[in-house]
């Protein structure tokens, strides 16, 4: 029985930082792609960050236009955990922050979706308000 379940949630300010954590059991994170998303209520789930492995790929990571400069992935295999650190955050940013581990060592690039991951986390809000 696998899990993916992220931690690191809740309420910040405009401006302000949080660092979101996903931890997994039940197989090990070493030789998989790991992707973060986000859904806000009405929207798509789009990706936010990927990082591919580190011990058979290269370790690369891939954000788009909306987090690049912003977010931050990455990965503690050792742990079995990966991290999303986010700054600067911004109202739109508001979501539920889903972890995602993907069936092969390698990031799709700049631009992935729910389809190219097959493990998914029951995700963590993200609120940004004053």
């Known amino acids: 029985q696998f899990s993916l379940v992220e931690s690191g949630g809740g309420l910040v300010q405009p401006g302000g930082s949080l660092r979101l954590s996903c931890v997994l059991s039940g197989f090990t994170l070493d030789y998989y792609a790991m992707g973060w998303f986000r859904q806000a209520p009405g929207k798509e789930r789009e990706g936010v960050a990927c990082?591919?492995?580190?011990?058979?790929?290269?370790?690369?990571?891939y954000y788009p236009d909306s987090v690049k400069g912003r977010f931050t992935i990455s990965r503690d295999d050792a742990k079995n955990t990966v991290y999303l650190q986010m700054n600067s955050l911004k109202p739109e940013d508001t979501a539920i922050y889903y972890c995602?581990?993907?069936?092969?060592?390698?990031?799709?690039?700049?631009?992935?979706?729910?389809?190219?991951?097959?493990?998914w986390g029951q995700g963590t809000q993200v609120t940004v308000s004053s």
């Open positions: 995602a581990a993907r069936g092969w060592d390698y990031c799709p690039g700049t631009v992935f979706v729910p389809r190219d991951f097959g493990s």
């Open positions: 990082i591919s492995s580190i011990r058979s790929s290269d370790g690369s990571t």
